[in-house]
C-alpha cells in the first residue's frame, strides 16, 4: 500500500468498504461502478477536480475498489487514494472528449478481462457524473452482465458520520462562523457585491487556526431586494445598496467536509415581513431543533417546524433540510433523506443535518438556517454565529 497521508485511518477505509459491500449483498449485486466523486472519496480517499470526465470506483466482490479515469488523474489517485498501484487504472487521453470512442468502452473491457463480465453489476444512474452515454456504453460493453440502478447505496452507507469526520464538519463550521463574521465587518451600502464575494472566499479558503480551508460545492449565494425570492442566484458587479435585504447562503469547507449555514443582513430598517419573517422562523427553528432527536423520524423533525409556520400563517413549500457531509460541486447535499412530509426515517447519532428554514415570497427572501448533528438529546450545532437577522446602516 502507498505510503501517504490520509485523512482517516486504512482501519476506518476498510469499515466503509465492508459496509458497502453488506449493502450490495442486500441489493443482489456482485460488481458496483461509483460515479459520484463524494462517494468515491468516501471509498478511497480520492480528490481531485476531474469529475468533468468519465471516472470511477469500482468495488468488486473482494480486494481492493480500482481507480477508474483519466491518466493524468490516476498520478493524482496515488497521492490520494489508499489503494494500491495496482488498483490504479488511467485511460489514455485520446478518450477524453472523442465522439469515436468512451472510456466506459475501455472499462467493460478491462472489466470482463478480469473475469467480471458477466455479474449483477450495480450503478449509479440518477447522478450527475453518469451520462447517458457512459450508461450505453458500459451495457453495450457488458451485454452479459445485468446492470442495475444502485443510486444512493454507498449514499445511505455515509449517513451516520464517524468520530474523525464530525472533527472536520466541526472545523467546517468554524470556517463558516468566520465566513459570516467577516460579511458583517464589511457589509456595506456602496460595496460591489463581487468584492464581498472574494472575501467572502478568501476567508473561507484561508480557514481558521488547525484547519484550513477547501473549495465549497456550491458558491456563495447571495440575491438582494426582490431577487431574493429567487433561492439560488449567485452575484453581479452591482453595488449594495440600502434598503435591501440579502441572505447569504455560505458553507465552511474542511477535507470536503461541509457545513453550511445561512444569515440574512438588512441595509438600514427592515419592513415588518423581515421582523415577521425573523419571529416565525426562529421560533420554528426552536421547535424543530426539540424535535431533532434521535429516534424521531425526519418527518416529525420538519413538521415541528412547519407547525409554527402554520401558526403565524405561512406556508412554506417543499422540504425544510436534508443530510450534509463530504461533497463536491454541484451539490452539498448527500441526496438521500428529506426533512418534510413523508420521510419517515428514523433519526440515528451521527447524523448531520442542514436545518434550511429559508422562507421566499414573491419580493422578499429570508434564511437563518443552522447545520447540525442529531445526538440521543438535544443537536449539537456545527457552527456559533447569532441566529438572528442583521441589520446594519
Known sequence: MPDIPLNFSRAEYAARLDKTRRAMESAGVELLVVTDPSNMNWLTGYDGWSFYVPQCVIVPPHGEPLFFGRGMDAVGARFTAWIGEESIIGYPDDYVMNPAKHPMELLAQILTDRGWGRPRVGVEMDNYWYTARSHAALAAGLPDARLSDTTG???????????????????????????????????????R??????????????????????????????????????????????????????????????????????????????????????????????????????????????????????????????????????????????????????????????????????????????????SLVITEGAPELLANVPRQLFVKD
Not at 159 to 167: G, I, M, Q, R, Y
Not at 326 to 336: I, L
Request: aromatic share 8%.
Open 153 to 191: 447505496l454507498v449514499n445511505w452507507q455515509r449517513a451516520v458520520k464517524s468520530p474523525t469526520e464530525l472533527d472536520y464538519m466541526r472545523k467546517a463550521g468554524e470556517i463558516v462562523t468566520a465566513m459570516h463574521a467577516r460579511i458583517l465587518e464589511v457589509v456595506a451600502p456602496g460595496i
Open 193 to 370: 457585491k463581487n468584492d464581498l464575494v472574494a472575501e467572502i472566499m478568501a476567508t473561507g479558503v484561508r480557514g481558521v487556526p488547525g484547519a484550513g480551508g477547501d473549495y465549497p460545492a456550491i458558491v456563495p449565494l447571495l440575491p438582494s431586494g426582490r431577487e431574493a425570492a429567487a433561492a439560488h442566484l449567485t452575484w453581479d458587479d452591482r453595488p449594495m445598496r440600502a434598503g435591501e435585504g440579502t441572505f447569504f447562503e455560505i458553507a465552511g469547507c474542511h477535507h470536503r467536509y461541509h457545513c453550511p449555514l445561512s444569515r440574512t443582513v438588512f441595509l438600514g430598517k427592515p419592513p415588518q415581513v423581515f421582523v415577521e419573517g425573523e419571529k416565525a422562523v426562529l421560533e420554528g427553528m426552536e421547535a424543530g431543533l426539540e424535535a431533532a432527536r434521535a429516534g424521531n423520524t425526519c418527518e416529525e423533525f420538519a413538521g415541528a417546524f412547519y407547525a409554527v409556520l402554520k401558526k403565524h400563517g405561512i406556508t412554506k413549500d417543499g422540504r425544510t433540510g436534508y443530510p450534509i457531509g463530504v461533497s463536491y460541486p454541484p451539490d452539498w447535499g448527500e441526496r438521500t433523506m428529506s426533512l418534510r412530509p413523508g420521510d419517515r426515517t428514523v433519526l440515528e447519532p451521527g447524523m448531520t443535518f442542514h436545518f434550511m428554514t429559508g422562507l421566499w415570497s414573491d419580493d422578499m427572501g429570508l434564511e437563518i438556517t443552522e
